[in-house]
């Protein structure tokens, strides 16, 4: 199957705001139990790693507003395990990506192999799931607090707000239904020094960075075609970075 029938791209408003509306409702005794038994399942296995978290999970959108609520990651777990249960459960994470430009390229990220999600695959970093960080009211959400999270953590650097920049479309995955906010990321830093970051202080959900520059993303995601995630592909080539393959 193509990537362009496997993903689909929502233009957003330069100005939209992510809203929350509160909780997930309840489970019904016909559902929680599943839900209980596939996450007690997963989280007994030793090759997994997985914390249930409140996620922010996508109810409608238009090209101004995102609408959602904050839900237990649990439940997406059993979801992405039974797809039949998004009839119920309807979860659509809201997730941030970050396309990382230092001095020599761009930077990717070969996630671990103990990781729930896509183990022992490239992609760009950083990147995760909204959550509650990102909260600054009530009722709002902001992504770049999370994007900035994200960055520090996984690869180890800073930067400032001003070198981000937040690109007006979502990138919405019809298998595993995450809806991804994609973010431009610009550091000084050279190839080296965000390597060795990464290896002081950043945790292990990416045993490896690579830095790709800008001009041989083609031939290495061609070579590479099988072992970088679809998502981050789609993302490239909608920053105009890469042709469509």
Not at 47 to 68: E, M, Q, Y
Not at 78 to 94: G, N
Request: proline content about 5%; overall charge negative; some cysteine.
């Amino acid at each position: 199957m193509r990537l362009e029938n496997m993903f689909d791209c929502h233009d957003l408003s330069p100005n939209f705001t992510i809203r929350v509306q509160g909780d997930a409702e309840s489970l019904d005794d016909s559902i929680g139990p599943k839900v209980e038994a596939l996450w007690l399942e997963q989280s007994q296995d030793g090759d997994a790693c997985l914390v249930n978290r409140r996620i922010f999970s996508l109810v409608d959108w238009s090209p101004s507003v995102l609408n959602g609520h904050f839900t237990e990651y649990k439940r997406y777990v059993a979801q992405s395990l039974h797809p039949m249960l998004y009839e119920f459960l309807r979860i659509r994470p809201l997730a941030v990506t970050g396309c990382l430009n230092c001095k020599d390229g761009i930077v990717f990220g070969l996630r671990g192999p103990d990781v729930w999600q896509y183990p022992n695959t490239w992609e760009l970093v950083p990147s995760g799931s909204i959550d509650c960080t990102a909260q600054v009211t009530k009722e709002l959400i902001n992504p770049v607090f999370q994007i900035l999270k994200e960055l520090s953590e996984e690869v180890g650097i800073s930067i400032p707000t001003e070198s981000v920049t937040t690109n007006c479309f979502l990138i919405e995955d019809q298998r595993s239904r995450v809806v991804d906010l994609v973010f431009s990321l610009n550091s000084d830093l050279s190839a080296e020094q965000v390597c060795d970051a990464h290896a002081a202080k950043a945790s292990d959900e990416y045993v490896r960075l690579e830095i790709v520059p800008v001009n041989s993303l083609p031939a290495v995601i061609a070579g590479n075609r099988l072992t970088i995630a679809d998502a981050s592909v789609v993302i490239l080539q909608r920053l105009h970075l890469l042709e469509k393959i």
